[in-house]
C-alpha cells in the first residue's frame, strides 16, 4: 500500500474472490479487502479478454509451459507475483506449494522481493505502464492463447500493441 504508482498483483495459488486459510477460515479473502492495489485472483477480473489472459498464465505456471511469463504479466500491468503461504493448497488444485515456488523461481524477470510473514511477494521486472503510447501494433494470427508463445520469442516487444484475430472462446 505504501506505493503511490499503477499496477497490479497475481496472487498465487490461483482463486476466486474467497480463500481457505490454513489456519481454518473459509470465506471472502481478507488479503484483498486490505490491499489498496488490485489482485488478480482468477475469475474476478471484469472483462473476458482479462480472465481468459489471466486463466492462460496460471494454466502455464501450473504446467510449467514457459519461462517468460512476467513478460506477459508485464502486460497485464502486474508488478508483484505473490505468493500466498498463509492458504490451503490442497483447495486450489492439484500442485502443493512448493511445486508452484519452483516454478516462480524459474521464470525469467521475476524475483523474490521480500516476505511478510506468510506473504512472499516476487517483482516482475517486465513491468509495463498502467498507460502507455504503443511503439507500434503487431497482428497476430490466433487468439490470446498464443501470447505465451509469443512472449518467449525474440521479436516480442511490450512496449508495442498487440491484436488478435480471434476473441476470446474461439
Not at 82 to 103: I, M
Not at 116 to 137: E, Q, T
Amino acid at each position: 500500500n505504501s506505493q503511490s504508482e499503477e499496477f497490479r498483483l497475481l496472487s498465487l495459488p490461483e482463486q476466486g474472490s474467497w480463500t481457505a486459510y490454513k489456519w481454518g477460515y473459509l470465506g471472502v479473502d481478507l488479503l484483498m479487502q486490505t490491499l489498496q492495489k488490485q489482485i488478480i485472483v482468477g475469475e474476478t477480473l471484469g472483462s473476458r479478454e482479462t480472465e481468459e489472459m489471466a486463466h492462460i498464465v496460471y494454466t502455464s505456471f501450473a504446467q510449467n509451459s514457459s519461462h517468460d511469463l512476467g513478460r506477459v504479466l508485464g502486460l497485464m500491468n502486474v508488478k508483484y507475483v505473490l505468493l500466498r503461504n498463509d492458504v490451503d493448497y490442497t483447495r486450489f488444485g492439484p500442485y502443493p506449494a512448493e511445486r508452484v515456488l519452483q516454478v516462480l523461481e524459474s521464470q525469467r524477470g521475476i524475483y523474490h522481493e521480500k516476505t511478510i510473514g506468510n506473504l512472499s511477494f516476487y517483482r516482475n521486472d517486465y513491468l509495463a505502464p498502467y498507460i502507455y503510447a504503443a511503439r507500434g501494433v503487431t497482428y497476430v494470427e490466433g487468439g490470446i492463447g498464443s501470447l505465451i508463445s509469443l512472449a518467449s520469442s525474440r521479436d516480442f516487444d511490450p512496449q508495442r500493441a498487440y491484436f488478435f484475430s480471434s476473441l476470446p472462446g474461439q
